[in-house]
Nanobody, 120 residues
Framework: QVQLVESGGGLVQPGGSLRLSCAAS????????MGWYRQAPGKQRDLVAS???????NYADSVKGRFTISRDNAKNTVYLQMNSLKAEDTAVYYC??????????????WGQGTQVTVSS
């Protein structure tokens, strides 16, 4: 079965950096689009960044220039490098991938989430 395991969250001061990792199993990682989402208390889960099998990246406007998504297909791992962190980046961060059925239905898979708290 598909498993996504995140790590790397924690408490960091404003302006600091963190790197999140997500190790995937149960999928052919190299052909999958991988994404990072985040959810703050009382808010919906939003896309932060995604990377396709061809390494094309996409970022939310709020993180452009500060966050970088990357992947290592040899390790079945996707990363999110977060720099210049702000208080508003505080959220639970989730790793995501999805499979599309022959009928065109998208099935999302999520990790357990990792807490990122930006505070002085």
């Amino acid at each position: 079965q598909v498993q996504l395991v995140e790590s790397g969250g924690g408490l960091v001061q404003p302006g600091g950096s963190l790197r999140l990792s997500c190790a995937a199993s149960g999928i052919t990682f190299s052909i999958r689009t991988m994404g990072w989402y985040r959810q703050a208390p009382g808010k919906q889960r939003d896309l932060v960044a995604s990377i396709t099998s061809g390494a094309t990246t996409n970022y939310a406007d709020s993180v452009k220039g500060r966050f970088t998504i990357s992947r290592d297909n040899a390790k079945n791992t996707v990363y999110l490098q977060m720099n210049s962190l702000k208080a508003e980046d505080t959220a639970v961060y989730y790793c995501n991938t999805y499979l599309t059925s022959l009928a065109g239905t998208r099935n999302d898979y999520w990790g357990q989430g990792t807490q990122v708290t930006v505070s002085s």
